[in-house]
T-cell receptor, first 111, second 111 residues
Framework: DAKTTQPNSMESNEEEPVHLPCNHS???????IHWYRQLPSQGPEYVIH???SNVNNRMASLAIAEDRKSSTLILHRATLRDAAVYYC????????????FGSGTQLTVLP | DTAVSQTPKYLVTQMGNDKSIKCEQN?????MYWYKQDSKKFLKIMFS???????INETVPNRFSPKSPDKAHLNLHINSLELGDSAVYFC??????????FGSGTQLSVL
């Protein structure tokens, strides 16, 4: 499985945008880029995913580099409730295979 | 209504005991998973079932045995518990190629 690399931790001020980076230099053409987050004492929850084009939903935006070797999760206005571990994951299309989670980025939001 | 529910939430037991964790999903998904999250927060796949059929069995001791009586349930039975089995165990479900929905986790402590 292709691997992802994320910073261990990041900080942001409340109500400011947050850009969470992810490197996936060995991504294959059929790998989707998924983002999940895990709030304290909870299971991971889906945030967003994409293949090539940038994606937006009510939670976040996903910016994918043209060569697909990196991506950035964008939280437009961080709130205290966004403090969590954010996981960037690659998923092979057309398979029931699992998502392989790395160590993620611990996001701290400062009031 | 809870989409993916697992019981118990906490499980404290002695070494050598046998225990089970139950998982149920009401989302109509075909695929269910068991993940283990250790103290360093790494989230590792253990098993995956698709329509009651085992499709992924990662390197997990034989003491761990999943059972899927129907596609809405995936239970995890653990024999001869060891100290190293202490972790948080997450159940999840999805359709193929779709996002995963996780349960809230079972904190297993082996004394």
């Amino acid at each position: 499985d292709a691997k992802t690399t994320q910073p261990n931790s990041m900080e942001s001020n409340e109500e400011e945008p947050v850009h969470l980076p992810c490197n996936h230099s060995t991504i294959s053409g059929t790998d989707y880029i998924h983002w999940y987050r895990q709030l304290p004492s909870q299971g991971p929850e889906y945030v967003i995913h994409g293949l090539t084009s940038n994606v937006n939903n009510r939670m976040a935006s996903l910016a994918i580099a043209e060569d697909r070797k990196s991506s950035t999760l964008i939280l437009h206005r961080a709130t205290l409730r966004d403090a969590a571990v954010y996981y960037c994951i690659l998923r092979f299309s057309g398979s029931a295979r699992q998502l392989t989670f790395g160590s993620g980025t611990q996001l701290t939001v400062l009031p | 209504d809870t989409a993916v529910s697992q019981t118990p939430k906490y499980l404290v037991t002695q070494m050598g005991n046998d225990k089970s964790i139950k998982c149920e999903q009401n989302l109509g998904h075909d695929t269910m998973y068991w993940y283990k999250q250790d103290s360093k927060k790494f989230l590792k796949i253990m098993f995956s079932y698709n329509n009651k059929e085992l499709i992924i069995n990662e390197t997990v001791p034989n003491r761990f045995s999943p059972k899927s009586p129907d596609k809405a349930h995936l239970n995890l039975h653990i024999n001869s518990l060891e100290l190293g089995d202490s972790a948080v165990y997450f159940c999840a479900s999805s359709q193929v190629d779709e996002k995963l929905f996780f349960g809230s986790g079972t904190q297993l402590s082996v004394l």
